[in-house]
């Protein structure tokens, strides 16, 4: 079981870090990623990063201004997220998959958190 949580209200240009706690051990080489959804809108593949850390992907929307971190031994996930724009709004969900998928296909992953929102006002 993931829970995410760090998610707030925040004025555009702050800084929030969202953290995706597992329960249990994440499987070994598990591939993680990020991902988020806005009101009406399908929901988006915001980071990836593979279990040795020393791959990692971002999408265009958020590089230079998110960084991705994983903690193994603690199953943890952060996502550091500086300089927040109004269209960063939505909720976001972490996600892992166990066959060490970490692209922008949902449908790979095999666990996801329940979600933490994420408000930037202008």
């Known amino acids: 079981q993931l829970q995410a949580s760090g998610g707030g209200s925040v004025q555009a240009g702050g800084a929030l870090r969202l953290s995706c706690a597992a329960s249990g051990r994440i499987p070994s080489s598990a591939g993680m990623a990020w991902f988020r959804q806005a009101p009406g809108k399908e929901r988006e593949w915001v980071v990836g990063?593979?279990?040795?850390?020393?791959?990692?992907h971002y999408a265009d929307s958020v590089k230079d201004r998110f960084t991705v971190s994983r903690d193994n031994a603690k199953n943890t996930m952060y996502l550091q997220m500086n300089s927040l724009k109004p269209e960063d709004t939505a909720v976001y969900y972490c996600?892992?998959?166990?066959?060490?998928?970490?692209?922008?296909?949902?449908?790979?992953?095999?666990?996801w958190g329940q979600g933490t929102l994420v408000t930037v006002s202008s």
């Open positions: 990063v593979s279990w040795s850390r020393k791959s990692i």
């Open positions: 996600a892992v998959a166990r066959t060490g998928w970490y692209g922008s296909t949902p449908g790979n992953y095999n666990y």
